[in-house]
Antibody, heavy 117, light 106 residues
Framework: QVQLVQSGAEVKKPGASVRVSCKAS????????VHWVRQASGQGPEWMGW????????AYAQKFQARITMTGNTSITTAYMELSSLRSEDTAVYYC??????????WGQGTLVTVSS | DVQMTQSPSSLSASVGDRVTITCRASQTVSRFLNWYQQKPGKAPNLLIY???SLQSGVPSRFSGSGSGTDFTLTISSLQPEDFATYYC????????FGGGTKVEIK
């Protein structure tokens, strides 16, 4: 069965960077795009961007364009999302998701990122 | 960005009730509209894709309809495990989600 297992919770200071990993198993990693979605407490999900593990191509939401990087390592079937210049508004649960025609049938368990001084 | 507006933001219902949730897009998204269920502390779970297609493993009491800018998620007979928050998501342009509808026990 498809599994996406994310790295653990992080606490960061404003201005720092965070990298979240997403280990994929149960499917051919290079055949599906990986998207990243975040969700602040009590809010709806917010799409951040996607990465194609086969080509390395990426596309980011305009809001994050200047400070986000998505990468992948096909040898260990793991996707990464790095967000820099963190501020308190970036406190949220970050999810990776396997994309199938731009809907998301499989999700990671989520990684809580807390930004606090 | 395509703005997605859900209504109501919350509702109270009883087991066995028929529940309808609506989602309106700020511009046409054709039928590129998906619905998710989310329970506290869990990731969203895909229920409906392409406006009306039932995701594998999802009970048939869930159904979706609509096209263009107006969409509906219907639960024909609410079950105890259906108390959750529901989100719509458009995939016609850069994905955006609605603000959610929380279904609570009356």
């Amino acid at each position: 069965q498809v599994q996406l297992v994310q790295s653990g919770a992080e606490v960061k200071k404003p201005g720092a960077s965070v990298r979240v990993s997403c280990k994929a198993s149960g499917y051919t990693f290079t055949s599906y795009d990986v998207h990243w979605v975040r969700q602040a407490s009590g809010q709806g999900p917010e799409w951040m961007g996607w990465m194609n593990p086969n080509s390395g191509n990426t596309a980011y939401a305009q809001k994050f364009q200047a400070r986000i990087t998505m990468t992948g390592n096909t040898s260990i079937t793991t996707a990464y999302m790095e967000l820099s210049s963190l501020r308190s508004e970036d406190t949220a649960v970050y999810y990776c998701a396997r994309s199938y025609n731009w809907n998301y049938p499989d999700w990671g368990q989520g990684t809580l990122v807390t930004v606090s001084s | 960005d395509v703005q997605m507006t859900q209504s109501p933001s919350s509702l109270s219902a009883s087991v066995g009730d028929r529940v309808t949730i609506t989602c309106r897009a700020s511009q046409t998204v054709s039928r590129f509209l998906n619905w998710y269920q989310q329970k506290p502390g869990k990731a969203p779970n895909l229920l409906i894709y392409a406006a009306s297609s039932l995701q594998s493993g999802v009970p048939s009491r869930f159904s979706g309809s609509g096209s263009g800018t107006d969409f509906t998620l219907t639960i024909s007979s609410l079950q105890p495990e259906d108390f959750a928050t529901y989100y719509c998501q458009q995939s016609f342009r850069a994905p955006t989600f609605g603000g959610g509808t929380k279904v609570e026990i009356k």
